[in-house]
């Protein structure tokens, strides 16, 4: 049995938003309420009901628990149900109180809990899948089940019979998933890095267009649906901002992260992006703010300052008779430049960096003086965080960590600062 632990408002794990020349940062924190440890196995999801005080957690020692808020303040399982395989994820519609849970072995089942969350009645299986699932999504408005697997498949089910709609192959696993309903679009990522978007129907689906802008593994996606932007974090540390409405390939970073991004949510009501990583690290992002796109990368054979050849350049170090360089990027104009003409380092917020990053010398000149005020919170959740769920009416994020501990935390602070930034 795990524990659980009622820690109170008093202990805080707060962060100052980066900010390029140190003055005026915003500062915030997130107050840890309640902290569930000694879990088993590891934890692979918790989502917070967000009509009671109820948390549902997902574990690889084949339980799915359901955690209720009692009187003396602490939470409880009122229901502990053990599925025939590790649970992997898992997707709950507040509404209905359906709930879907993936296994190791590719089982989906849907369940309901009860209006007093003391039962789960089990409803019916979905087959198709043989490996780990690794995403599930439940679209209500036209009664879909949306699944993807490390079988490399990605289906849509019927979830009033339980009929197979239509089913989609890549050639790696599938490690992520949104769902647009208007448009009936699918984003699917896989462990390429490549993310895929499907527009689905009850007859099948058409492939609109693949998309790629990360180094490694796509880890998680949100979706603004009504700017009709879509958000992937990856195994490079990084989150991209990719414009799916305006139609024009418009891409960009954001980059705070110095581990793996495991979890994505968009708050809508507020316009702003969590990121979490294995890092321990929790940003908040402004996403009122219009951000500049990413420059591409400039390849050249010399040093587009000093001209220095760089290490491949055969022909010019013998002409030259010097060694070659190792070729760098100036992440504010996209320049290959060498180490001695790029040896400063800048935050550049308007461009989603707010960690100081590598800048040529012409570059650094230009922005060194100016304000550049962050459009970010950092906090530390002192532990690699696995998954993460926010409940954007009462204010309350829950974090999964490696350590197998659960946090709740309030995060009201963090929503009030959206007027601030």
Known sequence: MATIRNVGMGMASSST?????????????????????????????????????????????????????????KFWPSICQYMPHPATAFAFNQETRKLFVGTESGSITEFVISNDSNRLT?????????????????????????????????RWYCSESGRLLGSFTLSAWITALQFDFPSKCAFVGDFSGAISVLRLSE???????????????????????????????????????????????????????????????????????FSAGEDGIVAIWNMDIKRNETPSWVESDNCQQCNKPFFWNFRMMFD?????????????????????????RLTIPLMGF????????????????????????????????????????????VTVGQDRVVKVWDVRELFSLKSEQ
């Open 203 to 273: 007859s099948g689906h058409q492939l609109v267009t693949t998309i790629r802008g990360h180094a490694s593994s796509i880890r998680s996606l949100a979706w603004d649906s009504k700017r009709q932007q879509l958000f992937s974090g990856g195994f490079d540390s990084t989150v991209v901002v990719w414009d799916i409405g305006g139609k024009e390939g418009i891409a960009y970073e954001l980059q705070a992260h110095t581990g793996k991004v495991t979890s994505l949510h968009y708050a809508a009501s507020t316009q702003q992006l």
């Open 320 to 344: 030259t008779k010097t060694l070659g360089q190792r070729q760098h990027h100036c992440r504010n104009c996209g320049k290959a430049v060498c180490e001695a003409c790029s040896p400063n």
């Open 354 to 397: 707010e960690t100081a990053v590598r800048v040529c010398s012409i570059c650094y000149a230009l922005l060194k003086d100016k304000d550049r005020p962050s459009h970010a919170v950092l906090i530390n959740v002192l532990h690699a965080v696995m998954s993460m769920d926010l409940d954007e009416m009462k204010k309350r994020m």
């Open 122 to 154: 089990q409803l019916k299986d979905y087959s198709g899948h043989n490996k780990r699932i690794t995403a599930l999504h439940f679209a209500l408005e036209c009664e879909w089940l949306l699944s993807c697997s490390r079988d490399k498949t990605f």
């Open 17 to 73: 938003s980066s900010s390029s020349n140190g003055g005026g940062a915003a500062k915030a924190k997130a107050d840890l309420i309640y902290r569930m440890d000694d879990f088993p196995d590891n934890v692979n999801g918790a989502s917070i009901m967000a009509r009671e005080d109820g948390i549902i957690t997902i574990s690889e020692d084949r339980t799915v628990r359901i955690w209720q808020k009692r009187d003396n303040g």
